[in-house]
């Protein structure tokens, strides 16, 4: 059974400007990959707009295969492009951004899962500008505490992993190479290796068939590893494709600003909830600014 028909608080329309064209040809130019586009982001346009955009590096390529994501799937993708991290720091510094997040795909099949690739990205926009702020969506890299360490090393203000959803769907909708509890641990091995230093930051979707009270034992269990900031936004199936599950409910605006009121009495810093959140939506906002000028 699914959720049946799109409420009207889930339509969008896009509307296309200079800035968002501009940044989709950069996007093309030189082989780089956006999850703006990779992962049909409903946000895209506003952030495209707004002169925001998320690079997503390591290929468009994963070799995990989560039944929510549109991503394309490979056991064995092409070698890495070394170029990649220059490249990326030219294309920020074209568009003029003082904040640049930078996701990956999961590459299980590199001995360190990519850290370094993506560590030396975030040298390379340092490099151009030392004030640029950089969050990293990183995939778990099956727990591995130096992979770990590199991330945080590189210079990176924000370090966030995605729980996805609630324990007790973990299974079903995530890559069986993935879990609930080894994301946690990802998190928690974060914020004590850089003793606080690095923001931690996670997200999950809703809409899976998952109650209230699972969605508040997942912020409580993301609290308790000490992650400050949580995005929570609705699951829209990327495609008709047997792989990608269907959405089970379409979870009201309403349920979403209680899970914001309950992320805040649990002390987190920052809470986006609504039905249109993704993970580096509001990415950039003067509330998270200032954190990562605070730290600094």
Not at 132 to 152: H, K, Q, S, W
Not at 275 to 282: C, D, E, L, M
Request: a positive charge; glycine letters at 8%; one cysteine or more.
């Amino acid at each position: 059974m699914g959720a049946g028909p799109k409420p009207g608080w889930l339509k969008i329309r896009f509307s296309e400007t200079d800035d968002t064209r501009r940044i989709a040809r950069l996007h093309a130019k030189d082989g780089l990959f956006s999850v703006c586009q990779s992962a049909l982001c409903p946000n895209r346009m506003e952030c495209w707009a707004s002169g925001t955009a998320t690079f997503m590096v390591m290929g468009e390529y994963c070799t995990r295969s989560c039944r929510f994501c549109a991503v394309k799937t490979m056991a064995k993708p092409p070698p890495l492009d070394e170029d990649e991290p220059k490249k990326l720091a030219g294309a920020i510094e074209t568009l003029g951004l003082k904040y640049a997040v930078i996701t990956s795909v999961t590459r299980d099949d590199l001995a360190d899962g990519g850290s370094e690739h993506i560590a030396r990205c975030v040298r390379e926009i340092k490099k151009k500008n030392p004030k640029m702020m950089i969050e990293a969506l990183v995939p778990d890299f099956e727990g591995n505490e130096e992979a770990i360490r590199t991330m945080i090393d590189s210079g990176v203000d924000v370090l966030s992993h995605n729980i996805e959803t609630v324990e007790r769907l973990s299974p079903e909708i995530r890559d069986r190479k993935a879990s609930y509890r080894q994301s946690l641990g990802v998190l928690k091995k974060i914020h004590e290796i850089s003793s606080g230093r690095v923001i931690t930051k996670s997200g999950l979707m809703v809409g899976f068939g998952e109650s209230g009270d699972e969605v508040g034992k997942a912020l409580e269990d993301l609290s308790d590893a000490s992650v400050e900031i949580v995005t929570i936004g609705q699951y829209l199936q990327p495609s008709k494709n047997a792989r990608n599950i269907p959405i089970i409910e379409y979870v009201s605006p309403e349920i979403f600003s209680r899970y914001e009121r309950i992320g805040y009495a649990l002390g987190f810093r920052f809470v986006a909830s609504g039905p249109f959140v993704r993970s580096s939506y509001r990415a950039a906002e003067p509330f998270v600014r200032g954190l990562i000028h605070a730290r600094r």
